[in-house]
């Protein structure tokens, strides 16, 4: 079946540091998104993106959209203690309809 | 700014019970769903609906059932509450065309005791 693998499950990094994240796709994606989830909280977008190539910005997160149309990532960067959450990515499939398909999240821990 | 609203953040129901969750959106969206979400496991499609009276399979349908009388609102219904329905479960609704953003509720965490 299709799948979507996303990376690193966790990250533990210290307040100021760089972060990046992937997501890869084992069939073409035609959107790509990218949601935070507070603990307690439901997922909210960061992110969209609907072209190979298209690189985005929303303040201090970038994300691209893999030319290959079967990746993208997420950047943050100078992390700060409020960017803990779980970062997922979600896209859909060609053929899969209204149907979105998810990641299986990225849980970020930023020391102070 | 797009609204999705669950009825409840946490709810504590006994096996056997009928369950119900409501969901509420404001825009007028087409396309509503609802989500489990458990550790390791991710976010699960379990239903979707993509207009009134209308629904389709997630990919974890069993167990659940849905409601959708009125376009705003979709509501999931656990028929026969049991442990291992013990989750987060997450409401998201859709504006209809190209757009293809999921806009989330901020869930409800439901214990089965």
């Known amino acids: 079946g299709q799948q979507l693998n996303q990376s690193p499950q966790s990250m533990f990094i210290q307040e100021g540091e760089d972060v990046s994240m992937n997501c890869t796709s084992s069939s073409i994606f035609n959107t790509w998104l990218w949601y935070k989830q507070e603990p307690g909280e439901g997922p909210v977008l960061l992110i969209a993106l609907y072209k190979a190539g298209e690189l985005t910005s929303n303040g201090r997160l970038t994300a691209q959209f893999g030319i290959t149309r079967k990746d993208s990532f997420l950047n943050i960067s100078a992390s700060i203690p409020s960017d803990v959450g779980i970062y997922f990515c979600a896209g859909r499939f060609d053929n899969a309809g209204n149907m979105l398909t998810f990641g299986g999240g990225t849980r970020l821990m930023v020391k102070p | 700014d797009v609204k999705v609203t669950q009825s409840s953040r946490y709810l504590v129901k006994r096996t056997g019970e009928k369950v119900f969750l409501e969901c509420v959106q404001d825009?007028?969206?087409?396309?509503m769903f609802w989500y489990r979400q458990d550790p390791g496991l991710g976010l699960r499609l379990i239903y979707f609906?993509?207009?009134?009276?209308?629904?389709e399979k997630g990919d974890i349908p069993e167990g659940y059932s849905v409601s959708r009388e009125k376009k705003e609102r979709f509501s999931l219904i656990l028929e026969s509450a049991s442990t291992n329905q013990t989750s987060m479960y997450l409401c998201?609704?859709?504006?209809?065309?190209?757009?293809?953003?999921?806009?989330f509720g901020q869930g409800t965490r439901l214990t089965v005791v």
């Open positions: 825009m007028d969206h087409e396309n």
């Open positions: 609906s993509y207009d009134v009276k209308m629904k």
């Open positions: 998201a609704s859709r504006p209809p065309g190209q757009v293809r953003v999921a806009f």
